[in-house]
């Protein structure tokens, strides 16, 4: 045994003294470039995993191994050095100008970042791609300060709201302008069949869910006058640019990734009763009405209403489980290949993407390929092109707008009594509801399907060394099929005695876009440079749908149109709307200190009368980089940047919608509508008036934001004041009757939206084999609308528009509580007593669906082959006037209707103290259970957005093995389906966000 520890003791020593023979030692010490010692810095063998670190002196030490003689000097927020192997080293690390170098894109450009003067913010690929979302408008939210976004609709591939700034119309669009790769896509619901959740926004398809967010290089978000105003008439709700990946010069590289997952719901805080609890709640409501001996005949009553099974048993049927899968399956594949030469590169792609919905009969399923090309012809000319094209199959369930078909709906208000499945076939109806959910899921579809063609070319060609033309042609092509049927077997549904319905529709939108530019580029005396960009643009973008529904089918086996015997509805629309733009920029730069900007824009549009047609607009920037002055360089040592900015300008919004939902396109013109029948005879009749005077909303902003970077900038942060006041607010007002019209569009309104953006970037910690990064940021808008329609009220609903208020007021009565002695509701009077009458009730503002402010917090961690990132999201000081927890907080006026469990705390006996009234069965809901501050809830929340936890393989390279999780926890005190109800804050049984759990990996090579 001696002879054996001896041997291999023996061993160990000798194959010491051979490593230490074979590595040579090497000291040295790292400084910046006044001289001070650079701590933390990495010292790396090139082409070995040996290094150390720097010391507090800036000395280092280090054994080089035989047959290495390079040493990669490296730190955050300096350029990294290559050095040759020698005895007592000394080094020198510059500022890494990097950051300061980088591309922002803007509008028919890109600028440097250090000299821009707008508003801005650049989300990465990285962030992009680290949610599990259908659509790359989703994997915006906590990413950007100012951008506002919120899903009221779960459904895979349902639109999200996005509010850049604050809402900045009533009447006219909210949403940014969208531009891929030079043009401008379609956004909002393009579907005829698929208009659910919020009217205009919240629906159900989006045409964004056709991008595959794999292919996105970066977005970019603009957000002030500096940044947007050159988009002009369509610039007023900020723009979203977005460029997709491009090639590279090198050695053709390949990337494989896929992922498999599965989604379920967010919360779960939103629960309704169960069976004894529903029995007792019911039959002390109907014994409260009236009309029983006492509480056990109410009860035998309650379940003698429903059925029960062969052994005479009452059912127990849980409704919430039939509605919502917690194993909704999500998978994607991802190929895609990018390299070239110095005269050609190239970018392809190809992806499956599929994802299940929580609901039954929801899903997505999207194909998708990218290829961009482009070519150095010469030294002069340069062009290339950008293509996308994507397949996109929805499967969706009826909701919100479709009462008692819609699963989120009846789950929560079916009891468990009533049963929806008996001996494995669902029913056509139930006691309580003339419809039943699952017989729709099992019979009934809903389908869509979206081709999409997305192409952009251009072409540069340098007149001069200083001057470039520049013309850029593309298109966004969009057809969308939908088909639905709707079976005799489904309850609730008029095809039930007409042989069922087969419904088909088809929708075209064409968006195509020309510009061509002259840009000239010099700098003087090396201290002066000066660009100036002239061009012109044209805009076309037109939609045309039909459909048609036949009836009368002999089976429901046949289910295609041509099957039918009765043609019962037809319908179709063809809208058009044309842009001519003539524009020009100007920057100039005197030695990289101050910046001035200044751009101008013409527009033309069809959407207005002639007298009207042109608008002018503009906007003019500076900035003071203070960082750069004589006087600042003894601050030089750790202060990277220090810069000032302002700006000032104006953009339009021509984006009209109307309450008649004749399409704002038309909005300046008399029209006629035909379709009309006068006893047989067909005719057409006046629609809307003459409206010479309209023209564009006009956002005029103001902008001043404030950049620090310091420590190499491993710290920056920036700080951004803003105030846009948008006039000439397009209203519909009323009108003399003698016009032959009630209302009329004009521009009568005045609104304001000021706000503070702060943002944090930082890098606490680096070290040989660990680095932690922090990114921050939060936002602060107050809206308020300035001046209406001769000072009139707008009320619509339980919303109000009122001079002096939030564009998002809610208006309902103030709820008092509940009177301890007969356990009746009671509201607040016009003098503040407390009422048990609702007429004698007054209406205030009882809250805002604004939040107070709302951000991101990332924190990301690498550790020799680990990674992980984090994003929590926040949302703070919004309400939500919840019409969903309304119907399922009643107290008994929804007649069968299933309760929330809330109604457990209910006022049962005098001297209860609680806020749950008594049950009364039978009441009217308008009386007893009204719209009030009762269903007012705070809608705030914190929400780990995303998860993404990766190990890249030592042993196969390339190879990056991940755990990623999208929505993974909630904190919040909001009882509904979801807090995330979208922008507007009134949530009716729409479809709620899912936590989705993902495997996958990513091999490059």
């Known amino acids: 045994m001696k002879k054996r520890v001896m041997l291999i003791l023996s061993c160990l020593f000798l194959s010491i003294g051979f490593i230490t023979a074979q590595t040579t030692r090497v000291t040295g010490v790292v400084i910046d470039d006044i001289g001070e010692p650079v701590v933390g810095a990495s010292v790396v063998v090139k082409g070995t995993t040996v290094g150390t670190i720097t010391e507090v002196d800036g000395t280092f030490s280090i054994n080089v191994p035989e047959g290495k003689n390079t040493l990669v000097f490296s730190l955050v927020g300096m350029t990294s050095v290559e050095a040759k192997v020698s005895q007592n080293m000394k080094i020198t690390l510059k500022n890494d100008e990097t950051a300061l170098e980088e591309v922002v894109v803007t509008g028919y450009g890109n600028t440097k970042k250090a000299t821009f003067t707008g508003s801005a913010t650049t989300i990465s690929n990285k962030s992009i791609t680290e949610v599990t979302v259908s659509s790359m408008d989703k994997a915006l939210q906590g990413n950007a300060p100012g951008l506002l976004t919120q899903a009221s609709s779960g459904q895979p591939g349902a639109g999200q709201r996005i509010v850049i700034r604050g809402l900045g119309s009533i009447n006219a669009g909210t949403e940014p ?24 926004y919240s629906d159900n398809s989006n045409p964004l869910a056709g991008i595959n967010p794999n292919d996105i290089a970066n977005v970019t978000v603009l957000k002030d006058a500096s940044a947007t105003s050159i988009y002009g008439a369509r610039a007023a709700n900020g723009v979203v640019l977005v460029t997709t990946k491009q090639g590279s010069e090198g050695k053709t590289k390949f990337n494989l990734s896929s992922s498999y997952g599965w989604s379920s719901r967010a919360t779960k805080k939103f629960k309704v009763m169960n069976k004894d609890q529903y029995v007792d709640f019911l039959s002390d409501a109907l014994y409260n009405a009236g009309g029983y001996a006492d509480k056990n005949e109410a009860i035998a009553d309650v379940y003698d209403t429903f059925p029960v099974d062969a052994n005479g048993n009452s059912y127990d049927f849980d409704w919430m489980k039939a509605a919502y899968k917690d194993d909704a399956p999500t998978y994607s594949v991802d190929f895609s290949a990018n390299g070239g030469n110095s005269k050609t590169k190239f970018y392809v792609s190809a992806a499956i993407f599929n994802q ?31 293509s996308t094209l994507s397949l996109t199959k929805q499967d969706t369930p009826l909701t919100s707008n479709s009462y008692y078909s819609n699963p989120v709906l009846a789950s929560a208000v079916q009891p468990n009594l009533d049963p929806g499945i008996i001996d494995g076939k669902p029913l056509s109806r139930t006691v309580i509801l003339s419809s039943n959910f699952l017989s729709n899921v099992a019979y009934n ?48 549904n008029t095809a039930m005695n007409t042989g069922g319905r087969a419904t088909r529709t088809n929708g075209e939108s064409l968006i195509w876009n020309v510009s061509n530019t002259l840009s000239y580029n010099k700098i003087f005396d090396g201290v002066h440079n000066l660009g100036v960009m002239i061009g012109q643009e044209v805009n076309d973008d037109s939609y045309r749908y039909n459909g048609s529904s036949i009836e009368g089918f002999p089976s429901n086996e046949l289910q295609e149109p041509s099957s039918g015997t009765t043609p019962s509805d037809a319908f179709g629309s063809h809208t058009n709307v044309r842009l001519a733009s003539f524009l020009s920029r100007v920057n100039y730069a005197y030695d990289n200190k101050y910046i001035l900007s200044a751009s101008f824009r013409r527009d033309g549009s069809s959407r207005f009368s002639e007298k009207n047609r042109w608008a002018n607009f503009w906007s003019v920037g500076g900035q003071w980089r203070i960082s750069q002055e004589q006087f600042m360089q003894g601050f030089s040592g750790w202060l990277s940047n220090l810069g000032l900015r302002a700006s000032y300008g104006t953009a339009g919004n ?26 047989g005879i067909p005719g057409m009749g006046p629609y809307q008036m003459v409206n010479e005077n309209l023209k564009w909303e006009t956002s005029n902003s103001f902008n001043v934001g404030l950049d620090f970077a310091a420590f190499n900038n491993r710290l920056s942060t920036t700080i951004e004041f803003y105030n846009k006041r948008t006039t000439d ?91 301890p002695d007969d356990g009746a509701p009671m509201w607040y009077a016009k003098d503040g007593s407390k009422v048990k009458s609702v007429s004698q009730a007054e209406r205030r503002i009882v809250g805002s669906a604004a939040p107070k402010y709302f951000g991101g917090l990332t924190n990301s961690f690498k550790f020799k082959g680990f990674d992980l990132s984090a994003l929590i999201y926040f949302n703070q000081g919004n309400d939500i006037s919840d019409q969903t927890l309304a119907m399922v907080n009643a107290f008994g006026s929804r007649g069968l209707f299933n309760q929330s469990v809330d109604m457990v705390n209910r006022w049962q006996k005098p001297g209860d103290i609680t806020d749950v009234p008594k049950a009364m069965y039978g009441v009217s809901s308008a009386v007893y259970a009204p719209m009030s501050s009762r269903y007012v809830y705070d809608g705030s929340y914190i ?63």
């Open 177 to 200: 302008l969208w531009i891929i790769d030079g043009v401008p896509v379609a956004s909002g619901n393009y579907g005829q069949l698929t208009a659910t959740g919020e009217v205009d």
């Open 729 to 819: 607010l397009l209203l519909e007002v009323p009108v003399s009757r003698t016009t032959g019209f009630s209302v009329a569009m004009q521009n009568v309104g005045v609104m304001q939206n000021r706000g503070v953006e702060w943002t944090v970037n930082a890098v606490p910690v680096v070290t040989k084999d660990f680095e932690w990064s922090v990114n921050f940021n939060i936002s602060h808008n107050k809206n308020k609308i300035v001046e209406l329609y001769e000072k009139q009220d707008i009320i619509i609903g339980s919303r109000i528009y009122r001079e002096g208020e939030d564009m998002q007021s809610i208006y309902t009565y103030e709820w008092a509580g509940v009177d």
């Open 356 to 386: 299940e919905g929580m609901l039954e009969a929801s899903g997505l399923n999207r194909l998708s390929n990218k290829v961009n090309v482009s070519h150095e012809y010469s030294e002069k000319l340069r062009f290339g092109v950008n």
């Open 445 to 492: 579809y809903a389908k869509q399907r979206v081709y999409r063609i997305i192409e952009s070319g251009y072409a540069e060609y340098d007149i001069l060394k200083e001057l470039t033309y520049r013309i850029q042609a593309g298109f966004d092509y969009m057809q969308v099929n939908e088909s639905q049927w709707d079976d005799t077997r489904v309850g609730g």
């Open 654 to 679: 021509s984006d009209i919608k109307t309450t008649t939902r004749i399409d704002g396109r038309y909005a300046a013109r008399g029209t006629y509508r035909a379709g009309y029948n006068y006893n």
């Open 943 to 1005: 929400r780990l957005r995303s998860l993404t936890v990766g190990y890249t393989l030592p042993m196969v390279k390339g190879l990056r093995l991940y755990f990623q999780g999208t929505n993974l926890f909630t904190i919040t005190d909001y009882k509904g389906l979801d807090p995330e109800v979208g922008i507007n804050g009134d949530p009716w049984f729409g479809y709620p966000v899912s936590k989705t759990i993902t495997f996958g990996f990513n091999y490059n090579f």
